[in-house]
C-alpha cells in the first residue's frame, strides 16, 4: 500500500475504534443515566399521583365535612319526624346548588337510623335501602371508624350506571351536640372524573391501578390482560415504593408503584418506556449530530494530512524515476527545510557518489577485460602457431615443398588479417577472411579430408565482433571431429542475424563428444585452450547478453552456437 492510504487507513481505524470505544462508553453511561433518570421521572410522577390522590380524597371529606356539619342536614336527621316542607326546600336547594358546583360529585344520599332516604343525584339512581348498606362488606368497617370516612369501588350496586364505574365515599355522620350515630352519608363518584384529576384519558397509555389497605381494587385505568399485577402489589407490602422495567409484547414497559402511608392504599403505574424515552432521545440524537459530524472532520483531517505528506514524496519519486533507467541524476525539485528538503538533499548527495562509483568501477572493469583478454589472446596465438607450423613441417618432410610455400603464404595472409592492425575487434568480414586462410591451410595439409561451407547474411558482413572466434572452433572441428572418424567430412559456418542479435554457428560431421566431456564444456569446468578460451571472450565481453552452446551426438558430429548481442563499437570501447 501506498504511504498515503496506509495513513487514511491508520486515521480510519484509529477513528473506529475510537468511536467503538467512546459509543461502548457513552452507551453505557447513557443508559446508566437514563435509567437512574427515568427511574426518577417515574418515582416523582407516581408521588405526585399519590400526593394528588390524597388531596383529592381530602376534598371530598372536606366536601362531606360541610355537608354533615349543616344545621338543615343536622335538624333532618335528628328531627325527621317534625322537619317540616319548607326545611325541606332549603335542603334539597342546599344539596342541589352543592352537586351543581362540584364536579368530583355524582350523587349524594343521606340515610337516617329510621331508613329514610335523602339524595340528589347527576345520574339516575336505584332503590337503596338502609339495610342494603347494612349488608354491604364494609357496612362494619364503617361504624368502626366513629365519623371516619372510607373509599370503596361501586360497580352499580347504589346507582343505576351500570356502564359507569364509581368510588363511593361512606361516612357515619354524628350528632354534632350529643356526638351519637344520627345517619349515614353516601357521596359517589365518577371514576373517570377521579382518572381526569391524575392526568389520565382514554388518549392516554398510562396504565394505574390502585387498590385499597383491604385488597379492593379502587381505580383500574386501562388495564394489561398479561400484566401480573399480584407480583408488584406483593412487592409494596415490603417495600414502600418500586420501580422495574419488563417486556410485554415486545414492548418495554416501566411499572412504578408506591404506598400510600396515610391511607394505606397502593398505587401501580405502568408506562411504555418509549413515551419516558422521548425527551431522553432528543439528547441521543444531538450527540449522535456531533459524532458523525467528527467522523467526516476526521476523515477529511486525514485525507488532508495524507495528500499533505504524500505529494511531496510522489514529486520526488517521479523525479527519481530515471534512476530506474540508469541515468542517475540528481532531483531538482522545489521543497522546504522540512524532511522532504533533507531527503531530497540526502539522495541527490548519494547519486553523485553512486554515479562516480560506478565510473570507477566501470574504468577498472574495462582495463581488467582488456587484460583477460590480452592473456587469452596469447593462450591462442601460440596454440594456433603451433599447430600451423607442425602441419607445415609435416608438408616439408613430405617433400611437398610447394604446399609448404603455399601454407606458409597462407599463413603470413592469415596473420596479417587475424592481427587487424592491433585491433582486437574486426567485421564479421574480416573474421571470415581469416578464417578462410586457416582452412586452406589445413586443407593443403589434409587434403580432401573436409569440405567448408559458408552461409552468412550481407547484412552482417559489417558487425562487428572480437577477432578469432571462428578459427578456434574450426581448428576444433577438424582435429578433434572429422579428423578421428578416418572418412571426409564437412564443416558449416552460418552467420545470420536473429532480432537483436548476431547468431555464428559452426556445424561439423565429425565423431562427436562424448556425454562426460560435453557436460564438461557446457559447464565451463574444461580446461583446454580452443573452445573453453573461446566460450570465456563471449563471457567477459558481453556477460548475460550472450550465450555459448554445444551440442553434439556421438558418431554424428558436434554443433557450436553462440549468440551476441547488436550492439555496436561502443560495446567494446576500452
Known amino acids: 500500500m501506498k504511504i498515503g492510504n496506509k495513513i487514511s487507513l491508520y486515521y480510519f481505524t484509529l477513528i473506529i475504534i475510537s468511536i467503538v470505544i467512546s459509543i461502548f462508553i457513552y452507551q453505557r453511561t447513557n443508559t446508566y443515566y437514563m435509567n437512574q433518570r427515568i427511574e426518577e421521572i417515574a418515582i416523582q410522577g407516581i408521588q405526585s399521583d399519590s400526593r394528588n390522590f390524597e388531596l383529592f380524597i381530602e376534598d371530598i371529606n372536606n366536601f362531606s ?28 336547594r342546599f344539596l342541589q346548588e352543592f ?18 332516604r335523602y339524595f340528589t343525584e347527576k345520574l339516575t339512581i336505584k332503590e337503596i335501602r338502609l339495610k342494603d348498606i347494612e349488608e354491604m362488606p364494609f357496612y362494619e368497617e364503617i361504624l368502626s371508624k366513629k365519623g371516619g370516612f372510607i373509599l370503596a369501588s361501586n360497580q352499580g350496586e347504589l346507582n343505576d350506571a351500570k356502564n359507569n364505574k364509581e368510588v363511593s365515599f361512606l361516612r357515619v355522620i354524628n350528632s354534632l351536640q350529643r356526638q351519637e350515630k344520627i345517619g349515614f352519608l353516601i357521596i359517589n363518584l365518577d371514576q373517570k372524573v377521579l382518572e381526569k384529576s391524575l392526568g389520565l384519558d382514554e388518549k392516554n397509555n398510562t396504565t394505574l391501578l390502585v387498590k385499597d389497605s383491604k385488597g379492593q381494587t379502587i381505580i383500574n385505568h386501562n388495564p394489561i390482560k398479561e400484566f401480573d399485577e399480584e407480583t408488584f402489589f406483593k412487592q409494596l407490602d415490603e417495600e414502600n415504593r418500586s420501580w422495574h422495567i419488563f417486556r410485554i409484547n415486545n414492548i418495554d414497559m416501566m411499572v412504578t408503584g408506591i404506598s400510600n402511608n396515610k391511607y ?19 439528547f441521543n440524537i444531538g450527540v449522535s449530530a456531533i459524532v458523525f459530524v ?6 477529511l483531517g486525514s485525507l488532508f494530512i495524507s495528500k499533505l505528506i504524500t505529494n511531496p514524496i510522489n514529486t520526488l519519486i517521479n523525479s527519481m524515476k530515471d534512476v530506474e533507467n540508469g541515468n542517475f541524476k540528481p532531483v531538482s525539485i522545489k521543497t522546504n527545510d522540512d524532511e522532504i528538503g533533507m531527503l531530497k538533499n540526502v539522495y541527490n548527495f548519494m547519486i553523485n557518489e553512486i554515479h562516480k562509483l560506478i565510473q570507477k568501477i566501470i574504468h577498472e572493469q574495462k582495463i581488467k577485460r582488456k587484460a583477460e583478454l590480452g592473456i587469452i589472446m596469447e593462450q591462442i596465438k601460440p596454440h594456433f602457431l603451433y599447430n600451423t ?48 586462410n586457416y582452412i586452406y591451410i589445413q586443407k593443403i595439409r589434409y587434403g580432401d579430408l573436409f569440405e567448408a561451407e559458408y552461409d552468412v547474411d550481407e547484412e552482417v558482413l559489417d558487425v562487428k565482433v572480437p577477432r578469432l572466434i571462428l578459427q578456434p572452433l574450426v581448428e576444433n572441428s577438424i582435429y578433434h571431429g572429422i ?36 557436460t564438461a564444456l557446457n559447464t565451463a569446468s574444461e580446461k ?23 551440442e553434439s551426438k556421438c558418431s554424428i558430429g558436434t554443433k557450436v552456437t553462440i549468440e551476441m548481442p547488436l550492439e555496436g563499437e561502443e560495446t567494446f570501447e576500452d
Open 65 to 92: 365535612k360541610i355537608l354533615i356539619s349543616n344545621q338543615n342536614v343536622q335538624q333532618l336527621l335528628e328531627n325527621e319526624n317534625t322537619y317540616n316542607f319548607p326545611n325541606y326546600k332549603r335542603l334539597d
Open 99 to 116: 352537586i351543581n358546583f362540584n364536579s368530583k360529585v355524582s350523587s349524594i344520599y343521606f340515610f337516617s337510623n329510621s331508613g329514610k
Open 264 to 282: 394505606g392504599w397502593k398505587i401501580l403505574k405502568i408506562i411504555p418506556l418509549q413515551e419516558l424515552s422521548k425527551q431522553l432521545n432528543v
Open 294 to 299: 467528527n467522523i467526516i472532520m476526521l476523515l
Open 389 to 436: 607450423i607442425d602441419s607445415i613441417s609435416s608438408l616439408i618432410m613430405l617433400e611437398r615443398s610447394q604446399e609448404a610455400y603455399e601454407s606458409l603464404r597462407a599463413l603470413g595472409n592469415f596473420y596479417r588479417t587475424s592481427l587487424s592492425n592491433g585491433r582486437d575487434i574486426i567485421t564479421i568480414r574480416e573474421e571470415i577472411d581469416t578464417v578462410e
Open 483 to 518: 579428423r578421428s572418424v578416418g572418412g571426409k567430412g564437412k564443416i558449416k559456418i552460418n552467420i545470420k542475424k536473429k532480432r537483436n542479435k548476431v547468431q555464428i554457428t559452426v556445424e561439423d560431421t565429425g565423431i562427436g563428444i562424448t556425454e562426460e566431456k560435453l
Open 528 to 550: 583446454s585452450i580452443g573452445i573453453p578460451a573461446t566460450r570465456e571472450r563471449i563471457r567477459i565481453l558481453f556477460g548475460d547478453k550472450s550465450n555459448f552452446t554445444i
